[in-house]
């Protein structure tokens, strides 16, 4: 059965070698020519403290050809009538009579999309990979699982090992020359040059498009690898591959960002990191089971905004904005200011913070985000002004050694611990009704007058593993 499917499949290869030969031949007008200039990295250095340095690039020129898009419907269309397309489909539908007739036609469609997607002077893979199609093929028809790999790369994570393996599939490593070049010539390549790789590989069953699926699980991932230290943590650009037909190519982020703040992961974080990643990867919501927008992904977006360019006054804003959609109710109006400083304080003096310092520090953040959403706003001097007079402004947030930018991104460390505390908290088996954040917050209003309630809020911290997997900066 097999011999006979593998016969026919490589016959109807060849086919599809002749016809893009035919054309080429008889309507040159129909190849593209591509010349490209493509930086070469000749040479590197890698910082623990700025990532990619004196980096040393020399120029090229290539000359690549490819069929067309506006032909590529119609070469299909004349593959479908030659006898080898007719022949395969009648040992399919003998072999595997339960087979949809408009489930074989996507999946040779896909085929023949991902082989006249190739260079021209790329084609001879269709004789020396026949039996890896097959093999694919072989996969589809028996409802097998297919893999998926990418490489995505990311910017602001500095690496002092080369590489972290997460789990299985799962490993982070330094850029190497290849790595790099991609990044320089991606179309959308940034200021930014990659600082580290991610690599996964992973086993799915082909009932979705490649690129969905390679793009939920990167998602997923920078956003873990955003909470593990406070950073302005993205990617930009992903090459995937899969044995998925017309299952690969690369795209990038449609969001262009700069590094404000990188953070470095250091040989005694390994540990920690894989942790912090296993007990985040299984307490977040899927994307398909949570909804658009709520508290938690709310928080989030504030937490990115804050570590985006922009004034003191709106990146702390955005922190406490932050803070609020995790630590406020929806229907509470008054006191919000000190609902906020006492519930973050009594939750932070449980993992061994100060809890005045923590209430002091977010009751003066708010005044700014009131003064700021109030249109409101300190001048240039007066800035100059509050850092140089630590103990006698108004405001009275900074220490004794602390600059503005210390205390904004101390804050920001409130905002992402906070977030990591939610998500195990919501991802716990504490409450499985749709109030678990007012829940939450009643447990940490009764902890301020109840030491049986502190207690068990404490212990409760202790078994969703929040010790141990927050990393300090």
Same mark, same amino acid.
């Not at 609020?324 to 932070?348: D, G, P, W």
């Not at 009751?363 to 140089?388: A, M, Q």
């Given at each position: 059965?097999?011999?006979?499917?593998?016969?026919?499949?490589?016959?109807?290869?060849?086919?599809?070698?002749?016809?893009?030969?035919?054309?080429?031949?008889?309507?040159?007008?129909?190849?593209?020519?591509?010349?490209?200039?493509?930086?070469?990295?000749?040479?590197?250095?890698?910082?623990?403290?700025?990532?990619?340095?004196?980096?040393?690039?020399?120029?090229?020129?290539?000359?690549?050809?490819?069929?067309?898009?506006?032909?590529?419907?119609?070469?299909?269309?004349?593959?479908?009538?030659?006898?080898?397309?007719?022949?395969?489909?009648?040992?399919?539908?003998?072999?595997?009579?339960?087979?949809?007739?408009?489930?074989?036609?996507?999946?040779?469609?896909?085929?023949?999309?991902?082989?006249?997607?190739?260079?021209?002077?790329?084609?001879?893979?269709?004789?020396?990979?026949?039996?890896?199609?097959?093999?694919?093929?072989?996969?589809?028809?028996?409802?097998?699982?297919?893999?998926?790999?990418?490489?995505?790369?990311?910017?602001?994570?500095?690496?002092?090992?080369?590489?972290?393996?997460?789990?299985?599939?799962?490993?982070?490593?330094?850029?190497?020359?290849?790595?790099?070049?991609?990044?320089?010539?991606?179309?959308?390549?940034?200021?930014?040059?990659?600082?580290?790789?991610?690599?996964?590989?992973?086993?799915?069953?082909?009932?979705?498009?490649?690129?969905? &699926?390679?793009?939920?699980? $990167? @998602?997923?991932?920078?956003? /873990?690898? +955003?909470? %593990?230290?406070? !950073?302005?943590?993205?990617?930009?650009?992903?090459?995937?591959?899969?044995?998925?037909?017309?299952?690969?190519?690369?795209?990038?982020?449609?969001?262009?960002?700069?590094?404000?703040?990188?953070?470095?992961?250091?040989?005694?974080?390994?540990?920690?990191?894989?942790?912090?990643?296993?007990?985040?990867?299984?307490?977040?919501?899927?994307?398909?089971?949570?909804?658009?927008?709520?508290?938690?992904?709310?928080?989030?977006?504030?937490?990115?905004?804050?570590?985006?360019?922009?004034?003191?006054?709106?990146?702390?804003?955005?922190?406490?904005?932050?803070?609020?959609?995790?630590?406020?109710?929806?229907?509470?109006?008054?006191?919000?200011?000190?609902?906020?400083?006492?519930?973050?304080?009594?939750?932070?003096?449980?993992?061994?913070?100060?809890?005045? &310092?923590?209430?002091?520090? $977010? @009751?003066?953040?708010?005044? /700014?985000? +009131?003064? %700021?959403?109030? !249109?409101?706003?300190?001048?240039?001097?007066?800035?100059?002004?509050?850092?140089?007079?630590?103990?006698?402004?108004?405001?009275?947030?900074?220490?004794?050694?602390?600059?503005?930018?210390?205390?904004?991104?101390?804050?920001?460390?409130?905002?992402?611990?906070?977030?990591?505390?939610?998500?195990?908290?919501?991802?716990?088996?504490?409450?499985?009704?749709?109030?678990?954040?007012?829940?939450?917050?009643?447990?940490?209003?009764?902890?301020?007058?109840?030491?049986?309630?502190?207690?068990?809020?404490?212990?409760?911290?202790?078994?969703?593993?929040?010790?141990?997997?927050?990393?300090?900066?």
């Amino acid at each position: 059965m097999t011999a006979e499917i593998n016969s026919a499949l490589n016959k109807f290869l060849l086919c599809i070698k002749r016809v893009i030969d035919e054309e080429v031949k008889n309507k040159p007008f129909s190849v593209r020519t591509e010349e490209d200039k493509v930086d070469k990295v000749n040479s590197f250095d890698y910082s623990l403290s700025d990532g990619i340095i004196n980096l040393d690039v020399s120029s090229e020129f290539n000359t690549k050809k490819f069929i067309e898009s506006k032909y590529k419907a119609r070469l299909i269309r004349n593959i479908k009538k030659r006898k080898e397309y007719v022949d395969l489909l009648k040992r399919i539908n003998k072999d595997f009579p339960g087979l949809d007739d408009k489930y074989m036609d996507i999946l040779f469609n896909r085929l023949m999309k991902e082989i006249l997607n190739h260079r021209l002077d790329s084609l001879n893979f269709l004789e020396e990979y026949t039996d890896f199609i097959y093999k694919r093929v072989l996969k589809y028809l028996n409802g097998k699982t297919l893999k998926y790999e990418a490489k995505s790369n990311f910017y602001g994570i500095i690496l002092q090992e080369d590489e972290i393996v997460i789990s299985e599939g799962i490993i982070l490593r330094k850029p190497n020359k290849e790595d790099l070049e991609d990044s320089i010539n991606f179309p959308h390549f940034i200021c930014d040059v990659t600082t580290a790789v991610l690599e996964i590989e992973f086993l799915d069953y082909p009932d979705d498009i490649a690129h969905n &699926k390679v793009f939920s699980k $990167i @998602k997923r991932y920078a956003h /873990i690898l +955003s909470l %593990f230290k406070v !950073g302005t943590v993205f990617y930009n650009q992903t090459q995937y591959s899969s044995e998925a037909f017309n299952g690969s190519g690369s795209a990038g982020s449609l969001e262009i960002e700069v590094v404000l703040k990188n953070y470095t992961i250091f040989e005694n974080d390994k540990d920690n990191l894989v942790n912090f990643w296993q007990v985040m990867d299984r307490c977040m919501p899927n994307e398909k089971d949570s909804p658009c927008i709520d508290y938690l992904s709310i928080s989030y977006q504030r937490y990115q905004n804050s570590l985006e360019r922009g004034s003191l006054e709106k990146r702390v804003s955005s922190v406490m904005m932050g803070l609020e959609a995790l630590f406020l109710k929806s229907n509470e109006r008054i006191e919000l200011n000190h609902r906020l400083s006492l519930r973050v304080a009594k939750i932070f003096s449980l993992l061994g913070y100060d809890a005045l &310092k923590i209430k002091k520090s $977010i @009751k003066e953040s708010y005044n /700014i985000r +009131s003064t %700021f959403v109030h !249109g409101g706003h300190y001048e240039p001097e007066e800035l100059i002004k509050l850092e140089n007079n630590r103990f006698k402004n108004k405001l009275k947030i900074l220490n004794d050694e602390e600059s503005l930018d210390d205390h904004l991104y101390k804050i920001i460390d409130y905002l992402r611990i906070s977030i990591v505390i939610i998500t195990l908290f919501r991802g716990s088996e504490f409450d499985k009704n749709d109030k678990k954040k007012e829940k939450f917050l009643d447990l940490i209003d009764d902890a301020l007058i109840d030491k049986e309630k502190e207690d068990y809020l404490k212990n409760y911290l202790e078994n969703l593993e929040i010790y141990g997997i927050i990393s300090s900066n």
